[in-house]
């Protein structure tokens, strides 16, 4: 890996794109850190430090994670990468249930044009309803629960409108440089940026465990940490080839095909995306309670202490349980949307080719169900332990370990797949640019 980006360096041409990543890398990093007009920067810094040791503090990790420490401290960047990817996973689904989106994926390079514009305007439609729901709630009181400073100076309607259109402009703005990472930099520009948000929180999170916990505590975490990396690379790696056999066919004078390849399934083919997909739900019981009063009363009603209980405390075995299950399905179904068999099947039945010992065609396409549904079951199971490892901690009573996100079983998987991901884009360029030098 060393060696790729060595070579990388020496190129001119990935030199460039490199430095171009690092700095928009380095522009989105102070971007979220930049407070919003309105804000009292100050106020908002004694809020986060006085409820990161309450009992909510996991939520509020959970909810600070993708942004990287942006959206609790209301920053310019507050919004974050999540409304694109919302909108990118709303549009994934609409294939499915919309035609017209489905044509338009079938069209090549124009069909995919439209669909990325049809993705950026939910974005900006996400962006501002998730704007003005994070400022009200930070104007009423309600999103640093337990802080009684006024975290917005001016609450006047101006300035509140104002909060929300700078917030909606910066979530514009990161979709913008994620495009361009993707587009002029090393590629994979709306990852790379959770990467780089997830990745600055570690060092104040290790130190918080440090100071909170002591060395022997915070050597576990790092060891645990380590063999967690280790697991998910060795998962993340794992595929199941299936051989592809293309006979032979004489076009004009000249003979194509006649090769043997093979069809990559991997054992964790749905990503992060089910992990995103369930922490997101699950933080909708939290904002039903919070919306409802039940953190703040003194007599809830049954299913306020239900939510409570149940499904608010990460520690809880049945949110655990809840949690993991939602994994599971949410892996089976983004599986079942993306990579469709029969398709898979007439596309190999066109072009000639067939897995040795099947009949092109509808024997094809049952074969690959079945492969496909027994190699998700433990990619299913992967993620949901993975996932679940930091609520585990916390039930065993560790809390200063087990509420730090950045070292938990979400980041690491995020961050170790766009790290194999961005590495594999370098290696690929660089092969591409060695060839042409040998051909020359």
Known sequence: MLSAFVSAIRTPDLRRKILFTLGLVALYRFGANLPS????????????????????AGIYSLINLFSGGALLQLSVFAIGIMPYITA??????????IPRFEELQKEGQSGQAKLTQYTRYISIALAILQATALVAMASQGQL????????IADDSIFSLIVLVLVMTAGAALVMWMGELITERGVGNGMSLLIFAGIASRIPAEGQSILDSSG????????????????AV??????????????????????????????????????????VIFASSLLYLPYLAAQLSGALTTADPSWWQRFLTE???NPSNPVYIVVYFGLIVFFTYFFVAITFNPDDRADEMKKHGGFIPGYRPGRDTADYLHYVLSR???????????VAVLPNLFLDMGTTGAGMNLPFGGTAVL??????????????SQLMQRNYEGFLK
């Open 37 to 56: 007009p309105g804000v009292d920067f100050g106020a908002v810094q004694s809020c986060i430090a006085l409820i990161s040791g309450g009992d909510n």
């Open 414 to 427: 995020i961050m170790v797949s766009v790290g194999l991901d961005t590495v594999k884009q370098i290696e």
């Open 88 to 97: 990118s996973i709303i549009v994934q689904l609409l294939r499915v249930v």
């Open 144 to 151: 640093l629960q337990g802080c009684q400073e006024n975290i």
């Open 233 to 274: 690379v060795f998962v993340e790696q794992g595929q199941r080839r299936i051989p592809v056999q293309y006979a032979r066919r004489m076009v004009g004078r000249r003979m194509y095909g006649g090769s043997s390849t093979y069809l990559p399934l991997k054992v964790n083919q749905a990503g992060v995306i089910p």
């Open 310 to 312: 149940y499904l608010i």
């Open 215 to 230: 060395g022997v505590v915070f050597a576990m975490v790092c060891v645990a940490a380590l063999l967690i990396i280790i």
């Open 375 to 385: 190699i998700t079951l433990p990619g299913s199971i992967y993620l949901g332990t």
